[in-house]
């Protein structure tokens, strides 16, 4: 009855805003009897005090992959300086293929230009740049390459779209060379020609977000409102985070206030809350209702009776919750916890699914027995992580494009019994 309640209460909770509205939410779902009320209480304040707790482990998660990537990207520029000293002091070393290293050249001469706002120079490197990295790979019956950001991006489409094909990726990052290939068309106000540029970096990546993103920015200024419409739909098919689908929901609510609508604007600007909380959004939402105070009275089923009424997609694609729970199960057998509880999270956030949340709380429960089991070796080491103020200048799209390889994050196995954690 309580686990019942709870799934109601969640369900309705999505979709409200205000402190008023939140009380009435809990309100609606008591039953008089002072018992059951106090057990339903003590439920929710628990599940409640358990959410921030997670919300604090992905925090403090976060930061060590921050600390990671910074090690990983110092490495790199050290080897680099190092394997330029080497070369020039000795010959003895092995030189990169003499194609390689001509494209590398040509994408050096691209970013000069693009660094020099040259941009007619900067075209012609790059129109020279992409015949030869499409020639380096070839897609048959067997092979399918592509491009990805990373490591998950991969796993999505391969378990998604790849059907048989095995999947590889591309030497370069060639979605990446065909966004810049558009953005440097659409400044010398070509649009036609900077769409298709654009079609080609999803052939290459087909869950490219920038690329799509790009195409909704071309639809806009044109003011294809229909097709600007659609391919929001299509991103949020594509969409894996409950950050990227709420996003897809302020594309909805921007375009529905410039077309004066604004009890949908309103409506998909609250859809978006729902699924990740930001700042700006809940200003807007005050915005609107300060507007039109009628607005606070929306119901969740308004709100999604508004939904359907534009042809807007509610939440997640299946297809995409399916790839990733099968994925964290993978990460599960392999002992790969923290990259599971990771995909876990986002899964709960936007499909508000119970069982995933006690799949998780399980987790953390085997990890806190494997932490205790380890507790006498790791006591001389300092276990706190602060988040970087100043972290180091991120990697241009040069580096992106030059290296399109992703490195999987080595993490500590943990001991799991499969019998106790079964995500299927």
Known sequence: MIKSRYRDYIYERVLVVSMEEKIQVIKKNLTGDYDKDIEFLNSLYNQESQAIEDAKATINAINIVIEEVNNQEKNKIKENER?????????????????QQEIDNMIDELFEHMEQESDDEALKS??????????????????????FKSELEKMLFTKIFAGEKEVRKT???NDTIYII???????????AAAMEALDRAIYWNFLSREARERKLDI??????????????????????????IADCYNKYGYMFNELKDIKSAYAMYRLSYSYYIND?????????????????????DDILNLAQDNDVLIGVNNKIVKAEREIASDLISDGLIDQAKILLENDYAMTNDEEIANIYNKLVELQKGENNAN?????????????KKGTEKASTKKSAVKNNTTKKKVTKKAAVNKEKVNIN
């Open 83 to 99: 394997i330029k000293e080497d070369k020039v002091e000795s010959n003895d070393l092995k030189q990169e293929p003499k194609e």
């Open 181 to 191: 290939y558009a953005d440097l068309l659409l400044k010398k106000k070509r649009k």
């Open 280 to 300: 700006s959004v809940a200003n807007l939402i005050d915005a609107f209702e300060k507007l039109d105070p009628t607005l606070k009275d929306m119901s969740a």
């Open 171 to 173: 030497p370069y990052s």
């Open 126 to 147: 790059i129109e020279n740049i992409i015949p030869k990295i499409e020639a380096l790979t070839k897609s048959d019956e067997n092979i399918l390459y592509c491009s």
């Open 219 to 244: 639809y806009f200024s044109k003011k294809e409102i229909v097709k600007y419409l659609e391919n929001v739909k299509l991103l949020q098919m594509i969409s894996y985070t409950p950050q990227d």
């Open 375 to 387: 507790s006498e070796v790791e006591k001389d080491g300092d276990k706190s992580i602060q988040k």
